[in-house]
Nanobody
Framework: QVQLVESGGGLVQAWGSLRLSCLAS????????TGWYRQAPGKERELVAT???????DYADSVKGRFTITRDNTKNTLYLQMNSLKPEDTAVYYC????????????????WGQGTQVTVSS
């Protein structure tokens, strides 16, 4: 299994910036896809950004051009740089990692962090 610990959430004003971090431990060699999701009050959890092992990225339309997903493999850390924040970005943000596209020597897993609160004031 892989364990994920998130940090970096907090309160920020509109048009401000924030960077979230996700530290992974365990069988990190078996991670195939990483991503960030968020859940606002009264809404379903939604995809924000994903990144596969080859570095290909995918973003939700609502954050494209404002958010950037990156990772530092030497530190086993995934990042989400959030710029030009809007009040509608307010949500609990979750880090995710899975092994579904990994080789046969890797067991299947789908791990989630504990979540970190991001609040954007108007």
């Amino acid at each position: 299994q892989v364990q994920l610990v998130e940090s970096g959430g907090g309160l920020v004003q509109a048009w401000g910036s924030l960077r979230l971090s996700c530290l992974a431990s365990g069988y990190t060699v078996c991670i195939s896809t990483t991503g960030w999701y968020r859940q606002a009050p009264g809404k379903e959890r939604e995809l924000v950004a994903t990144m596969n092992t080859s570095g290909m990225k995918d973003y939700a339309d609502s954050v494209k051009g404002r958010f950037t997903i990156t990772r530092d493999n030497t530190k086993n850390t995934l990042y989400l740089q959030m710029n030009s924040l809007k009040p509608e970005d307010t949500a609990v943000y979750y880090c995710n990692a899975d092994s579904h596209d990994s080789g046969p020597l890797c067991r299947d897993f789908d791990s989630w962090g504990q979540g970190t609160q991001v609040t954007v004031s108007s």
